[in-house]
């Protein structure tokens, strides 16, 4: 015959391939692009305009293989194009073999002869996407795809893609889908293949092209492919470029409610990145997004979906104040009264984010109710969990504390019970935050230091002055030491003697686990103020322990309090203890 196969290893003595007996023209058709496809890659000239012919055969091979797993070889439609493939073929074989031996003539009619070559097989790969499109698959077909095993040549791998590439471009609606569904599963697998995909790019448009199909379906499983691609930051870009945020936003306005979902967690990746953030807005994704979160009867993950791509785009400030405009604070904080905690936890999210920094909606926020709904989830009577009570608790400080108008509402609201109840009550972890965000209250206001004294706070916070960690010891000291600061306070707190007493003896230099000793003797300066807090300092059989303190010259602290507790009649009580 001359030559026996298209391997390379054998160069043709003709252009045109002898027809071997015994096997079908589809097969005989489908083993010649395999060799060309072979041969092409040992062409080392104009590897830009072979890399595309080489797309275009294995396109066209990925279609020929499913139509014979079809069995539909004897299809007189596709029968009637196998004879200009071939044609096709063995011109484009010549050329291969031709810039493999560097014997053509001139690069410039050699580079002609390629861009011919090229449109040929484009125009094949169209026809036979319109002979398939007019129903030679059937719906059985769709389950005949072969995945590679884990660990699969970066070939084995693309060659799987382009199948599916052709399924999705010229099969019907349940292959298609069945396509997607496969592309789906090796991408969450094997992130490899999203590398893949972005190289063999015709996938990316055929999936944004789904996006705008008027098939449920296809929009859905699209959309979770996308959703894959879209968490990696070096391929945002690719599908910004490819144009997928515009029909996301369409699904997101009329899709279905499973597409809704798919397309809110593909922006709300796309717009981590803030300069995505006005494309989504010019193509009206804030208002789409603002009608979920208004819609009662949206799902719970698809609001919570929407609201964190709504705080992505919180950021730029142009669409903060579109956002404000629309309505969107009184939006939210309905979304506060939620039951549903992925709801809740995102527009608390959101409510943080637009109105931090931002007076004018803070201001708006109160008007609306938002620090009430906040302390509605702290209400013990509500099932909430832990980690959502922290979330609220972290947005009331930081919506509230910066603010004295702020503070005089919690505390009217009754604020200060509610922080004793988890302090005294809560498990470790929201107890120690609650301590955190009662220390950072203390500073606020005077107002908030009486309401603090009056609710019973001290007692709890001398308790903490014992605690194993040392930043809890400390926060406690120093919470106490701006609280006794008010004479009101300061009276209670002398009224226990156990609490002068407990001051007292942590003072001892040995004591290992002490807390802040510069609190602990500033809290015992305040006490001296009155009458009874330096009678029960001095008649304490620990007071030793700031004679200890001051003659160790450990704390300059120490002997200011020794010297104001010296004053007057108590000079003699302590005398020798102080040297100037």
Same mark, same amino acid.
């Given at each position: 015959?001359?030559?026996?196969?298209?391997?390379? /290893?054998?160069?043709?003595?003709?252009?045109?391939?002898?027809?071997?007996?015994?096997?079908?023209?589809?097969?005989?058709?489908?083993?010649?692009?395999?060799?060309?496809?072979?041969?092409?890659?040992?062409?080392?000239?104009?590897?830009?305009?072979?890399?595309?012919?080489?797309?275009?055969?294995?396109?066209?091979?990925?279609?020929?293989?499913?139509?014979?797993?079809?069995?539909?070889?004897?299809?007189?439609?596709?029968?009637?194009?196998?004879?200009?493939?071939?044609?096709?073929?063995?011109?484009?074989?010549?050329?291969?073999?031709?810039?493999?031996?560097?014997?053509?003539?001139?690069?410039?009619?050699?580079?002609?002869?390629?861009?011919?070559?090229?449109?040929?097989?484009?125009?094949?790969?169209?026809?036979? +996407?319109?002979?398939?499109?007019?129903?030679?698959?059937?719906?059985?077909? +769709?389950?005949?795809?072969?995945?590679?095993?884990?660990? +699969?040549?970066?070939?084995?791998?693309?060659?799987? $893609?382009?199948?599916?590439?052709?399924?999705?471009?010229?099969?019907? %609606?349940?292959?298609?889908?069945?396509?997607?569904?496969?592309?789906?599963?090796?991408?969450?697998?094997?992130?490899?293949?999203?590398?893949?995909?972005?190289?063999?790019?015709?996938? $990316?448009?055929?999936?944004?092209?789904?996006?705008?199909?008027?098939?449920?379906?296809?929009?859905?499983?699209?959309?979770?492919?996308?959703?894959?691609?879209?968490?990696?930051?070096?391929?945002?870009?690719?599908?910004?470029?490819?144009?997928?945020?515009?029909? %996301?936003?369409?699904?997101?306005?009329?899709?279905?409610?499973?597409?809704?979902?798919?397309?809110?967690?593909?922006?709300?990746?796309?717009?981590?990145?803030?300069?995505?953030?006005?494309?989504?807005?010019?193509?009206?994704?804030?208002?789409?997004? !603002?009608? $979920?979160?208004?819609?009662?009867?949206?799902?719970?993950?698809?609001?919570?979906?929407?609201?964190?791509?709504?705080?992505?785009?919180?950021?730029?400030?142009?669409?903060?104040?579109?956002?404000?405009?629309?309505?969107?604070?009184?939006?939210?904080?309905?979304?506060?009264?939620?039951?549903?905690?992925?709801?809740?936890?995102?527009? $608390?999210?959101?409510?943080?984010?637009?109105?931090?920094?931002?007076?004018?909606?803070?201001?708006?926020?109160?008007?609306?109710?938002?620090?009430?709904?906040?302390?509605?989830? !702290?209400?013990?009577?509500?099932?909430?969990?832990?980690?959502?009570?922290?979330?609220?608790?972290?947005?009331?400080?930081?919506?509230?504390?910066?603010?004295?108008?702020?503070?005089?509402?919690?505390?009217?609201?009754?604020?200060?019970?509610?922080?004793?109840?988890?302090?005294?009550?809560?498990?470790?972890?929201?107890?120690? %935050?609650?301590?955190?965000?009662?220390?950072?209250?203390?500073?606020?206001? /005077? /107002?908030?230091?009486?309401?603090?004294?009056?609710?019973?706070?001290?007692?709890?916070?001398?308790?903490?002055?014992?605690?194993?960690?040392?930043?809890?010891?400390?926060?406690?000291?120093?919470?106490?030491?701006?609280?006794?600061?008010?004479?009101?306070?300061?009276?209670?707190?002398?009224?226990?003697?156990?609490?002068?007493?407990?001051?007292?003896?942590?003072?001892?230099?040995?004591?290992?686990?002490?807390?802040?000793?510069?609190?602990?003797?500033?809290? %015992?300066?305040?006490?001296?103020?009155?009458?009874?807090?330096?009678?029960?300092?001095?008649?304490?059989?620990?007071?030793?322990?700031?004679?200890?303190?001051?003659?160790?010259?450990?704390?300059?602290?120490?002997?200011? !309090?020794?010297?104001?507790?010296?004053?007057?009649?108590?000079?003699?009580?302590?005398?020798?203890?102080?040297?100037?």
């Amino acid at each position: 015959m001359g030559h026996e196969d298209f391997t390379g /290893e054998s160069k043709p003595v003709q252009n045109s391939p002898e027809r071997p007996t015994g096997i079908s023209n589809l097969r005989r058709t489908i083993d010649f692009i395999s060799s060309l496809i072979s041969l092409s890659h040992s062409v080392r000239v104009f590897t830009g305009k072979w890399q595309l012919i080489r797309n275009k055969l294995e396109e066209l091979y990925s279609g020929l293989i499913a139509a014979e797993n079809f069995d539909s070889g004897e299809n007189p439609s596709l029968s009637g194009v196998l004879p200009s493939m071939m044609a096709t073929i063995s011109e484009c074989y010549d050329l291969a073999t031709r810039c493999v031996d560097l014997s053509y003539s001139g690069k410039l009619l050699m580079q002609s002869d390629l861009d011919m070559v090229f449109a040929k097989f484009d125009n094949h790969v169209k026809k036979l +996407a319109e002979i398939y499109k007019k129903g030679i698959w059937s719906n059985g077909y +769709a389950l005949v795809v072969s995945k590679p095993s884990l660990g +699969a040549s970066k070939e084995d791998m693309r060659f799987y $893609i382009r199948d599916l590439l052709s399924r999705m471009k010229i099969g019907d %609606l349940s292959m298609k889908k069945q396509a997607l569904m496969n592309l789906y599963d090796v991408v969450v697998e094997d992130e490899k293949y999203v590398k893949v995909i972005i190289d063999v790019g015709d996938v $990316i448009h055929v999936l944004v092209g789904f996006l705008c199909s008027n098939q449920v379906t296809l929009q859905e499983e699209s959309a979770q492919v996308i959703s894959v691609i879209a968490g990696f930051d070096s391929y945002k870009g690719v599908l910004v470029a490819a144009g997928v945020i515009s029909p %996301l936003v369409k699904v997101l306005d009329f899709g279905s409610e499973a597409g809704k979902v798919g397309a809110a967690r593909c922006l709300m990746k796309l717009t981590e990145n803030s300069d995505n953030a006005w494309c989504v807005s010019a193509h009206g994704g804030v208002t789409a997004l !603002l009608k $979920i979160c208004g819609d009662e009867n949206c799902k719970c993950n698809l609001v919570g979906l929407a609201c964190r791509v709504l705080r992505n785009l919180v950021s730029v400030e142009e669409i903060k104040r579109f956002m404000v405009e629309e309505g969107a604070v009184s939006t939210f904080i309905r979304l506060l009264r939620s039951k549903e905690e992925v709801i809740l936890v995102s527009s $608390i999210g959101f409510i943080q984010s637009i109105a931090t920094g931002d007076e004018l909606v803070r201001e708006i926020v109160i008007r609306e109710g938002g620090i009430r709904a906040l302390l509605c989830v !702290l209400d013990p009577k509500w099932s909430y969990s832990s980690k959502t009570r922290e979330i609220a608790m972290r947005a009331i400080e930081n919506l509230c504390f910066s603010s004295s108008t702020c503070v005089s509402i919690l505390l009217s609201y009754g604020f200060v019970d509610q922080l004793l109840y988890y302090v005294r009550n809560g498990e470790v972890s929201i107890q120690e %935050l609650m301590l955190k965000v009662a220390f950072r209250l203390c500073g606020t206001s /005077e /107002e908030a230091k009486k309401a603090m004294g009056d609710a019973g706070f001290m007692a709890e916070l001398v308790k903490f002055l014992s605690a194993k960690s040392f930043e809890v010891r400390e926060m406690a000291a120093e919470a106490l030491s701006s609280m006794v600061m008010v004479p009101k306070n300061r009276k209670r707190f002398v009224q226990d003697d156990n609490n002068i007493a407990l001051l007292l003896q942590l003072l001892d230099p040995e004591e290992g686990n002490s807390g802040n000793k510069k609190f602990l003797i500033s809290i %015992l300066m305040s006490l001296t103020s009155c009458t009874s807090g330096r009678k029960k300092i001095v008649s304490s059989g620990y007071a030793k322990n700031i004679e200890k303190l001051a003659e160790a010259e450990v704390s300059s602290d120490a002997k200011r !309090l020794i010297k104001k507790l010296s004053a007057n009649r108590f000079r003699s009580m302590l005398s020798g203890i102080w040297h100037s």
